[in-house]
């Protein structure tokens, strides 16, 4: 339970500094050469819906990948505000890469996770860092930061160990897994006595990653399954607990962004839209109904853009008011994204109804994500407790 | 004493028009056993559906000779259900939707006698199906501003069109299709407007699937590219095209208004059933939402009721124009709350195929395609942002806003 938040002095920055800003540019020149929304749409009915060389461009050639990783292990020693702005460029483009799953989520759990099996995780966060490896955690997307994941996954163990965290093998299924299907190295969280995480090889025979036919095709589900999979332990009892919560909490956060960048985007394209297309003599965006509605929707994308600000900021400081703030964020980004890409379709008239427009792309990864680590409703009743608004 | 006399008054009146009709109902019934005696329901089907439909029992309020025999309205279910516990063939009125709701009354108001004699028979059996060639890119909310093209030939009895419609249903397996074009672009665009039966198969017609944001296909575009239509198919006078289409599209609205439904009968039983199935997925915040959702519902259920009362008393009223718009909000927000109810199956989706499907599939299919394709209830048939002008100025009285565009010649318009 946090203490009332009072003068505006203890608000951290929430503003765009100069690196986040010089970011975004390199970002969206990137995005805009090799993410155009005509390609996003065709990879949707391709086999590889990840852009596996946009990616490592990505995350490799302009070293988003490493933003949260420390310098002295092979990052960019950055912070969650760097971060987020990656992630609203990506959700602007609705780009098919596993930056949220890879770069945020998965290296969140490895950097809250120091402790066993230390060498291997240096070896494994250098490898994320660089851009040759990509890993995702095995929960299913809809996992709400701080519920405990469903124990389906059973640990065994051989009694011989070379390494200390190695000998065990991992048996069962997690279901509904986002950026899972490019990923190298699989983190899995075990509820077994003690709590466990984790790591496997993508690539070992008794891993299975099915693609799954998903609502947003840009962000590609799959359902995993492992059979006597060999793995090696990354973290045990409350130091795993403590790495999947803060790579649940990071990830409601980036989310979050990347749900501002894309309302902003529809925003931006709406407006556009409304300014050309003409119906009974005039510009359609001349009608005074069309015009409130889109003040209305530029009002809650500014309003969202400061509750993001804020959930990135108090990630990079640990604030101890992250709790709130990521959910203020989540729910939210969620809700206006959602009605942004809603309104983008709306107001677009019939061809916004259309395959061969955008709008179905924002749409679909604006519901779909409003789902993810949690939708609105469970991030505004965490809240009850939070600060103290108890239910009926 | 004054209460006592109306209801008198009013019990003999009923009782004259209740045993009027009853009389009228029996004796098509008789003529539906006479029929089925000379016509065996084991016959061939078009045959059989031929003959009804030349014994003036396919539709019988349209005109003897036309299918009918000029009586009630009323007495259509007494036919109907007649042939239907005979077994007899169906002229399967759910495929032929345009042309049994938009494209015969159009033809019985305004087409020649020789033009109902020429279509309305295949039409009414099925061996004819009818589309609609009205929308355009540019002409969507603003209909009347519509640029297909027709003109007409030197020796006067020909037209030629070029242009290309779209949102068009059923075109790649109509016969026929309602086409509105422009006549004359020195006037007015309401008034430049000419209404044409355009043959399906003629040369220059060019049918291409719309792919939509679910995934497949339920509308086409056509394109028009030098398609000669004889002045024999043209509907209605030159420069009428308006009037006969604000027809065809008043039985548009009336057909989309919809049909009775039981309580929980449309989309929000699906999100009550499963949230009777799935008591994991509950929270207290789905539980208010879901509430206020199936009030909303039912609510809306007692006012279509309503409107349908009005109806069939002969007393239209305005509710109409606001039944639409309840509809396709409540089919939206009801489609999202269910998605969100779904939690991790919500992300999941069933078949993004491309592939033509007869209709929207609302019932058939998952969550998300729901959600998806009721984002096209606010915009199809009239936007909800149309109907609300509508309402404000047609019903409330509310100015009008500035027209800048209704005596400018359609040529000089910007577009």
């Not at chain 1, 389906?152 to 048996?171: C, F, H, I, K, N």
């Amino acid at each position: 339970m946090s203490e009332p938040r009072g003068l505006e002095d203890a608000v951290p920055d929430l503003l765009y500094g100069e690196a986040e800003t010089e970011l975004r540019s390199a970002v969206r020149a990137l995005l805009e050469d090799r993410c155009g929304w005509p390609d996003v749409l065709a990879r949707t009915e391709t086999p590889e819906t990840y852009d596996a060389g946009l990616w490592r461009a990505l995350a490799a050639d302009l070293g988003c990948a490493g933003l949260l990783i420390p310098e002295s292990q092979g990052g960019a020693g950055a912070s969650y505000r760097e971060a987020a702005v990656v992630a609203e460029e990506a959700g602007r483009a609705v780009a098919p890469v596993p930056y949220l799953g890879s770069a945020v989520v998965a290296t969140a759990a490895l950097l809250a996770a120091e402790g066993a099996g230390r060498a291997g995780n240096e070896e494994l966060l250098a490898g994320l860092a660089d851009g040759t490896v990509t890993a995702a955690l095995a929960v299913p997307f809809a996992a709400m930061p701080g519920a405990r994941p469903e124990p389906t996954v059973r640990l065994g163990a051989s009694p011989v160990q070379a390494e200390p965290g190695d000998g065990y093998w991992l048996s069962g299924t997690v279901t509904g897994l986002t950026d899972a299907l490019p990923a190298d190295v699989l983190l899995i969280p075990v509820d077994a006595v003690p709590y466990g995480l984790y790591a496997v090889r993508a690539a070992e025979p008794g891993v299975s990653l099915v693609p799954v036919v998903s609502l947003d095709m840009t962000r590609q589900l799959a359902d995993l399954t492992l059979d006597e999979v060999p793995a090696r332990r990354i973290a045990s009892g409350e130091a795993a607990q403590r790495a999947v919560a803060a790579a649940l909490t990071a990830g409601a956060a980036v989310l979050a962004a990347e749900q501002l960048g894309l309302a902003e985007r529809c925003l931006e394209i709406t407006v556009a839209y409304l300014k050309e297309r003409r119906q009974f003599g005039r510009p359609v965006g001349s009608f005074q109904a069309l015009k409130h509605r889109l003040a209305d929707l530029w009002v809650g994308v500014t309003q969202a853009r400061a509750a993001a600000r804020y959930a990135a900021a108090c990630l990079a400081t640990d604030d101890p008011d992250v709790a709130v703030a990521v959910a203020l964020a989540k729910a939210a980004c969620s809700d206006i994204a959602v009605r942004a890409a809603e309104e983008c379709v709306q107001l677009h008239g019939g061809i916004g109804f259309t395959w061969e427009h955008p709008a179905h792309l924002y749409l679909k990864r604006a519901k779909s994500s409003a789902t993810g680590f949690g939708p609105p409703d469970r991030h505004r009743a965490s809240l009850a407790q939070l600060v103290n608004l108890p239910g009926a | 004493m004054w209460p006592a006399v109306r209801f008198a008054e009013r019990r003999v009146v009923n009782d004259k028009t209740l045993n009027g009709a009853a009389r009228a109902a029996d004796d098509l019934r008789r003529q539906v056993r006479d029929f089925l005696a000379a016509h065996p329901v084991s016959a061939e089907p078009l045959g059989f559906l031929r003959a009804r439909f030349d014994a003036g029992l396919a539709w019988v309020h349209y005109p003897p000779g036309l299918g009918g025999q000029g009586l009630s309205r009323d007495l259509q279910p007494a036919v109907d259900s007649a042939f239907t516990a005979a077994g007899a063939p169906t002229n399967h009125p759910e495929r032929s939707g345009i042309g049994l709701g938009m494209a015969a009354p159009t033809i019985l108001a305004y087409g020649r006698h020789d033009q109902q004699k020429r279509w309305l028979r295949p039409l009414w059996t099925g061996e004819e199906i009818w589309c609609q060639l009205f929308s355009e890119p540019g002409a969507g909310s603003d209909l009347a501003g519509l640029a297909t093209r027709a003109v007409r030939d030197s020796s006067g009895e020909r037209w030629v069109v070029n242009g290309q419609k779209v949102w068009t249903s059923v075109a790649h397996l109509a016969r026929w299709a309602l086409l509105v074009a422009r006549t004359d672009p020195d006037l007015p665009k309401h008034q430049g407007l000419t209404y044409f039966a355009c043959d399906m198969t003629a040369p220059g017609v060019e049918v291409r699937p719309l792919r939509q944001l679910t995934g497949e296909a339920e509308f086409n575009e056509v394109f028009l590219t030098d398609v000669v239509i004889p002045d024999s198919d043209r509907i209605g006078a030159v420069g009428e095209g308006w009037k006969v289409a604000t027809a065809t599209l008043m039985n548009e609205r009336v057909a989309i208004g919809g049909g009775a439904l039981p309580r929980e009968g449309g989309m929000i039983g699906s999100a009550a059933r499963t949230w009777r199935q799935r008591p994991e997925q509950r929270t207290p915040g789905l539980h208010d939402r879901l509430l206020r959702l199936w009030a909303d519902a039912e609510v809306a259920r007692l006012a279509g009721v309503r409107l349908r009362q009005q109806l069939a008393a002969g007393r239209p009223g305005p509710e109409g124009s606001g039944a639409k718009l309840v509809f396709a909000r409540l089919n939206q927000e009801i489609s999202e709350f269910e998605v969100e109810l779904a939690g991790p199956d919500g992300l999941r989706y069933d078949d993004w195929t491309m592939r033509r499907p007869e209709g929207a599939n609302f019932y058939g299919r998952g969550p998300g395609y729901r959600f998806l394709r009721a984002r096209g209830n606010s915009i199809e048939g009239g936007t909800s942002e149309i109907l609300r002008n509508i309402i404000a100025e047609r019903v409330l009285g509310l100015p009008p806003e500035i027209r800048v565009d209704k005596d400018v010649p359609w040529k000089d318009l910007p577009r």
